[in-house]
């Protein structure tokens, strides 16, 4: 049983980090193919990808199961090490929390959802400068869950 929380801390580290590069991936291909459409059906493509991103149980997984993992983490590293040992765990929660699942929650759903609420054959005009704010927003997600990778896989998990 003592290796299953080193085991659950690579793995961790390893999830948040694939998730940094999926944003990544994401941040870098998506709006360079979306600029070679009309604004309309640019406009059009994403709120079709945001549509389908909740319903991915794949994205999800990818989006939120680091995030739950990091979490038992933490609370372990702080239970069995008190305040000596369990700063990178604990960092590597925090940042993944607050760098990518708030960031999600609090400035990237509020956004995909109001361009639901637009038709693109009317309201496409701002569509590029809204997509560079969402990207913008992407990459402090890619950098977080990297960040929050690295922290985890650089820890000494408590054993």
Known sequence: M??????L????GVAAATAGG???AFSSLVPAALRRLPDD????VMQRMNEAAPRSPVFMTVLFAPAAAASVLAVRAVAVAGDG????VVAGAV????GVVATTVFFHVPRNEALARLDPARDSAGFFRWLRGWVRGNHIRSASAIVAGALLLLAEPAG
């Open 41 to 44: 059906r640019a406009m059009a």
């Open 85 to 88: 040992g369990s700063g990178p």
């Open 2 to 7: 003592s290796n299953l929380w080193p085991v």
């Open 95 to 98: 940042v993944y929390l607050v």
């Open 9 to 12: 801390n690579t793995l961790t």
């Open 22 to 24: 999926a944003f990544v």
